[in-house]
């Protein structure tokens, strides 16, 4: 009975650490089973996922919570921009002109994106890495940049960076979020416009520094991705300084609170980058 | 007839853990429905039925998060066959003896999953994670295994002592 045991749990054992060597010597073999599961399950997950997202909505409309937000996130996204209106007009006579192309930029970029559900996410709870239920069926691609946005296409509001595409199937796709720490960010600070990188993760948020050395990046300062890299387009909200450290060199590093909350993260928008960038 | 429900089990626990349990944030802490069932799956029908019903729970959650297949398949089939194999010392009637050990098995595979979050860039998220929220999923594991073993209890037919 004893070796029984024995055998059975070192042909077992010896089969996984196979497996694992296998799919680390070539990708491919993973990925071809892995894609092929994915594919097989979409629908379920796709079905699971929709029905917890429906009943969250149920839940939400019952107790009325959902409304509630809803209207406190409206006030607090016309806050944001008003805030930011008086934070370019702050700086608007030193930098008027590069203002205006800002402007400009900003008013000609647009992006055609589609909502999609977010069907699992890693066990751990984590949050750097998830699947979504919209894959190459519906014209997603690698390196689409994925967005928070409201529940109801007529709201459409993009309100914060999540992450990006980095393997897509016929029914799915996989983003890896921008709490992974292997995720840069170039961001610009929407006061100053100043140019930076966000190139660490901390259990207070993302950390990284303002290229410019004698900044005077504050905290309450929003940054938006600045585009340069051309993993991320120009001009999507990242999250808001929280802590500012200038050391010897003059130079400041910073910490921002992202402003999407993964912990509620149902619906999600893909930006198709290549329209956007057209 | 507990082969066929044992097959249902393992695939609806697999789903609903990626699906609805990895989403779940109580104060921060992420419940797991993977654990507690390995572990009322393993003290009721033994090494053998537990061990591969971790085995098969582990490939589902490799095959959709892990870059590479097999390593939580491996984390959980340890776990399956290590409490399979001592269940003819565990009394799986009492509850107390479920809940410590998927107590004990939250904490190592947090550890793992501490060495996982390592390797694939979340360490920070990790780091947080063992600040606080690490007691709160013991407490909602030992929960969730509680009501596992009182479904198993009716949905099974749990030998008293399992040879194979």
Known sequence: MINKRRIFFLAITGSLIGLMALSWA???????????????????????????????????FLFGSRQMRAEHKKFRQENILLSEKVAELE???????FLKKEYEILKKTEYVVQPAYVTSQDPGGFFFDFT?????????KLGDVVVAGEMYTEANFIEGLIGVVEEVGPNWARVVSTLNEETNISFLNSRNLEYG???????RGMFGYVFQTNSDIRVGDKLLTSGLG?????GIYIGEVIDVNVNEELIAHIIVDPVVDFSRLYRVLVIDKEAGLE | MNRFRLIIVVIVTGILQTALFSRINIFGATPSLALPVIVALS?????????????????IEDSLFSPILGPIALIYFIFGYMVGNYNYKLNYRDYRTGILITLLLTVIN????????????????????????????LVLNGLIYYIVMRIFKRLFIFPNVSYY
């Open chain 1, 26 to 60: 070539f990708p491919v073999l993973g990925r071809s089973i892995t894609t092929t599961y994915r594919t097989v399950t979409g629908p379920v997950y796709r079905s699971v996922s929709f029905t917890i997202d429906k009943a969250i909505a149920l839940g939400d």
């Open chain 1, 91 to 97: 700086t608007v006579v030193g930098r008027e002109e």
């Open chain 1, 132 to 140: 979504i239920d919209r894959g190459e069926n519906s014209g997603v």
């Open chain 1, 197 to 203: 990188i966000l190139n660490g993760r901390e259990d």
């Open chain 1, 230 to 234: 051309g993993v991320y387009p120009k």
């Open chain 2, 43 to 59: 003290m009721g029908l033994g090494y053998f039925t537990g061990g591969l019903a971790a085995l098969f729970l582990g490939l």
């Open chain 2, 110 to 137: 947090f550890g793992a999953s501490f060495g996982m979050a390592y390797l694939s860039g979340g360490l920070a998220n990790a780091i947080s994670y063992a600040k606080g929220p690490i007691l709160i999923e």
